[in-house]
């Protein structure tokens, strides 16, 4: 197993930047793909991006692209999502979560990742 822990997250105002972070620990973090979702107050978790254990083919939701960027460090275990121009929509509860390399990749479904975070709490002011 992965214990996965997000975080970084924090109240923010509209055009700034976060890095949120996702430490993992326990039984070799790097053989999992990782992913990023979200969940908005009254809405459903959703899909935010996902990286492959090597690290490379980052895939993103339509809705993200071109502001959110991850990318992972294995020598630290440690899995990242940059934000940028941050925006009110923005505001959720981010989760980091795990799945084996047996998975098909990329894979958007909460339901194909066993292991999650926490969660950190990203809220943004206008």
């Known amino acids: 197993q992965v214990q996965l822990v997000e975080s970084g997250g924090g109240l923010v105002q509209a055009g700034d930047s976060l890095r949120l972070s996702c430490a993992a620990s326990?039984?070799?973090?790097?053989?999992?793909?990782m992913g990023w979702f979200r969940q908005a107050p009254g809405k459903e978790r959703e899909f935010v991006a996902t990286?492959?254990?090597?690290?490379?083919?980052?895939y993103y939701a339509d809705s993200v692209k071109g502001r959110f960027t991850i990318s992972r460090d294995n020598a630290k275990n440690t899995v990242y999502l940059q934000i940028n121009s941050l925006k009110p929509q923005d505001t959720a509860l981010y989760y980091c979560?795990?799945?084996?390399?047996?998975?098909?990749?990329?894979?958007?479904?909460?339901?194909?990742?066993?292991?999650w975070g926490p969660g950190t709490q990203v809220t943004v002011s206008s």
């Open positions: 326990g039984r070799t973090p790097s053989n999992y793909h």
């Open positions: 990286i492959r254990a090597s690290g490379i083919s980052p």
């Open positions: 979560a795990a799945t084996h390399l047996s998975t098909v990749y990329p894979s958007t479904r909460e339901d194909r990742y066993p292991y």
